[in-house]
């Protein structure tokens, strides 16, 4: 499967690319840092470097595969583009990041730009959130 995504794109497959688009694909509901991903994949012997890591997600970005985020704090996640749009809470003290999708906000997105005189073309949402106190 990973073989024929990358070619379907038009990227050559090489070990580095299709290592790193398998662990998307495990992770497919976690978005990762490049470090998070170099961590993980030389944890279980794959011996790769961190630009190598660098470089195959731009790559992957470039050719549509992945969408990179980049939230608050500086760092930029990866997650694989599946398609459907969602929007995004990012705990300000773990840097958890957690997808969701709810219609009502998005019809009063449509709302708003209408009311303006514009339609979306596209957007994004991030709330930044912190764990309730007890």
């Known amino acids: 499967m990973e073989t024929a995504k990358l070619k379907e794109v038009g990227l050559k497959v090489t070990q580095p690319r299709l290592k790193i688009l398998e662990l ?7 978005h990762m840092t490049a470090d998070d991903i170099y961590r993980e994949l030389n944890k279980h012997g794959d011996d790769m470097g961190l630009a190598t890591v660098y470089r195959v997600l731009n790559q992957f970005e470039a050719s549509g595969l992945v969408i990179k985020h980049n939230f608050e704090g500086g ?4 997650e694989l583009d599946s398609g ?15 997808e969701f999708f709810n219609e009502e906000i ?10 303006a005189g514009y339609e979306i073309e596209d957007h994004s949402l991030v709330i930044y959130v912190r764990p309730k106190a007890s």
């Not at 998005?106 to 009311?115: H, N, P, T, V, Y």
Request: charge should be neutral; charged fraction near 40%.
């Open 106 to 115: 998005e019809e009063l997105q449509r709302k708003i730009a209408e009311e």
């Open 84 to 98: 459907g749009h969602h929007d995004h809470m990012v705990c300000v003290e773990t840097g958890k990041v957690m």
């Open 24 to 30: 998307l694909e495990r992770r497919r509901f976690k």
């Open 75 to 78: 760092q930029a996640y990866y």
